[in-house]
């Protein structure tokens, strides 16, 4: 029992993996519209650097999940009839494509078709890879807990929490600014909206599931007080995005970088409890 802290590891890989894949869909649709001029357009492309670091880091946290990262191509072994195997190879995948199209375009070898084919490829390729994350838990009918509609959401929900603020974090670096970018936080407080309500259904329905010898509410007793940080962090963090629009400003760049950490904290919080309440059926299970 506890906050689920222990797998840590997995935690970065999800939680950076959805945010990566949302951002870059931000960018992408950005970069299709076909309103920005061609230096604009490339100096977006280049903040893309940024995206694929942080899928780097969420790979290599992914390995240590793995006891030795010489073990990461072992994950591979299964594809088409293991989730874990789908899911790091549609990463894989994403990853690839993703970086391979950025680094011909960053130095102008991908011609206009070519990098729209890319961007769009690519966007699927990440919606792919979260559902691909959805399944190593949404199958395991073992695991009541993991065996919901919560998963689905929870995942996805990070992903438009996380995403459209990275994208609009990006885009200010790359001094891109549209009436567009104005609907980036309202997709990301309505997500949250949207998530308050799961974690609230999420919990009143722990109080139905146990098994012949746990009960699920047990397994992270301070459910309520962390899901409620959770909560309290993502406002801080629109807090920080929207006010400085509401006055007519852009906001500053440190204060969306410390808006963007704060998303991830509060991603991490709720991705810990969603490990913590792993519990297998045991002798019998009732819901």
Known sequence: MGSGWHEWPLMIFTVFGQCVVGGFIVLSL???KGSLRADKQQRLIGTMFGLWV????????STLHLGSPMRAFNSLNRIGDSALSNEIASGALFFAVGGLGWLLAIVKKLPAGLRTLWLIVTMV???????M???VYNTIDTVPTWYSVWTPLSFF???FIGGPLLGYLLLRIADVDGWAMRLLPVIT?????????VALMQGAELATIHSAIQQASSLVPAYGSLMAWRVVILVAALVCWIVPQLKGNQPALPLLSLAFILVLVGEMIGRGVFYGLHMTVGMAVAS
């Open 125 to 131: 390729l990440g919606v792919i890879f979260v559902w």
């Open 133 to 135: 994350m959805v399944r």
């Open 54 to 61: 942080l899928m780097g880091i969420g790979f290599i946290a």
């Open 157 to 159: 929900l990070t992903l």
């Open 30 to 32: 950005a970069l299709l």
């Open 189 to 197: 407080l309505i997500a949250l909206t949207v998530s308050v309500v």
